[in-house]
């Protein structure tokens, strides 16, 4: 964003996969960035590259609770939740929280601070969609008491609570809907299909498929996410803006490209579809092309490569502390 230079922002969720990512991007663009973690997901080893930066500062805080920041805010980036089916099924109730109070906290930030607000939505509002591909004005199929409610439903409410933030009290607001990101830092046993099938495959163990594998997704790699949310933090749109990969691929077809990315003969093994699993996924991005001429430009295939030197590089760490232990 130009005229970076001397602006601060909050990056909540910043110890977190994309979080980390977006921070790194900021202090490159000249912002000063304070990021905000309670760690239940998010790694210290993210940072490792920030941590070293003049203009990095990091607050170990559950937004949850409220949110005091001394000085300047320009803008807030709120990336903080669990964001994969196995954390949050584990963290039902600090899903809830974050989506809700955790919104409301760095809203009142934003409004406090006279700050523009960037919410990192998600594709699951739109639930298990009878809308192919899903634009931005489908109101979505969601299950609110099904296992991923806590996750589908926190995300709704976020974006209501941003709308009734902008109308009443005139905070800046941009709404960022991710579909399925990938890349470095990416946690393993994070539960979401690339962790799994990337640990699987290095490992030798059988990929594991729910269903038929013949539900699709579509993946994004991280670098382009982050340039999606630079362009639309610094548009003057307020509604929300789908940022994905319009490529569409089967489970299974994921499957195959994962072992000839990482080289693995592994085979395939079939268990039962998870609850309320979307049968389909992918964005329509019209929206995003026309307003900030953003477009993904990686390949997948390119994309999984430095993303496969990454999980052999933690599994190897991981090996290597489990040698140390007495």
Aim: charged share 25%; glycine share 10%; with cysteine.
């Amino acid at each position: 964003m130009p005229g970076a230079e001397g602006r601060r922002a909050v990056v909540t969720g910043g110890a977190g996969f994309i979080g980390s990512h977006l921070s790194e991007r900021l202090l490159r663009d000249g912002w000063d960035v304070l990021a905000v973690d309670n760690f239940i997901t998010g790694d210290r080893r993210n940072l490792s590259a920030a941590a070293g930066h003049p203009r990095f500062r990091l607050l170990e805080h559950d937004v949850s609770k409220p949110l005091y920041v001394e000085g300047a805010v320009d803008l807030v980036f709120h990336l903080a939740s669990p964001a994969s089916p196995l954390d949050y099924l584990q963290h039902p109730i600090q899903t809830l929280k974050v989506g809700s109070l955790g919104t409301h906290n760095t809203l009142g930030l934003a409004k406090e601070k006279k700050a523009a607000f960037f919410l990192a939505s998600t594709s699951e509002v739109y639930g298990d969609p009878l809308q192919h591909p899903q634009r931005e004005d489908y109101w979505g199929n969601v299950n609110p008491i099904g296992p991923r409610g806590v996750y589908d439903e926190a995300k709704r409410f976020s974006e209501a609570m941003a709308m009734a933030y902008h109308r009443t009290h005139g905070v800046q607001v941009r709404i960022g809907r991710f579909f399925n990101t990938y890349g470095p830092r990416m946690r393993l046993g994070d539960g979401r299909v690339v962790p799994a099938f990337m640990e699987q495959a290095l490992r030798g163990l059988p990929l594991t498929v729910f269903g038929d594998g013949r539900q699709t997704r579509s993946f994004c790699y991280v670098d382009d996410l982050v340039e999606g949310i630079v362009r639309l933090a610094a548009s003057g749109e307020n509604s929300p803006v789908n940022l994905g990969n319009p490529r569409e691929m089967t489970i299974l077809q994921f499957a195959e490209t994962i072992l000839a990315a990482t080289g693995s003969s592994s085979p395939l093994v079939h268990m039962p579809a998870m609850e309320d699993d979307p049968k389909v996924r992918r964005p329509d991005i019209a929206k995003a092309r026309r307003l900030l001429g953003w477009e993904p430009k990686v390949p997948l295939e390119e994309g999984l490569v430095p993303t496969v030197a990454h999980f052999r590089e933690r599994l190897a760490a991981g090996a290597a502390e489990t040698k140390r232990e007495p």
